[in-house]
């Protein structure tokens, strides 16, 4: 099984960046996946997470309007579009597939600034 995030970067406030998450080694379809992210010095906590059977999205109060999570089952691929982002959504962003068990990807740094 593996979960490899991809697409974090360095951005100015109110730039947009696009992560994704390509993953392999389990039936991508049948699993709800989520983005999670971490600050330093904080909890890791839970922004997005889209549905395995209609791909209904759920967000964050935080992130609400700013970010779109969306899922490719073809390509085994999820996504993160993160929209007029903010210094304090600097942060490891992760993703995480969940069914009866759940798996973690390694993470990928997004930070925001000037």
């Known amino acids: 099984v593996q979960l490899v995030e991809s697409g974090g970067g360095l951005v100015q406030p109110g730039g947009s960046l696009r992560l994704s998450c390509a993953a392999s080694?389990?039936?991508?379809?049948?699993?709800?996946m989520s983005w999670y992210r971490q600050a330093p010095g904080k909890e890791r906590e839970w922004v997005a997470q889209i549905t395995s059977d209609d791909g209904k999205p759920n967000y964050a109060d935080s992130v609400k309007g700013r970010f779109t999570i969306s899922r490719d089952n073809a390509k085994m691929t999820l996504y993160l579009q993160m929209n007029s982002l903010r210094p304090d959504d600097t942060a490891v962003y992760y993703c995480?597939?969940?069914?009866?068990?759940?798996?973690w990807g390694q993470g990928t740094q997004v930070t925001v600034s000037s």
């Open positions: 080694g389990f039936t991508f379809r049948l699993y709800v």
């Open positions: 995480r597939a969940t069914r009866s068990t759940g798996y």
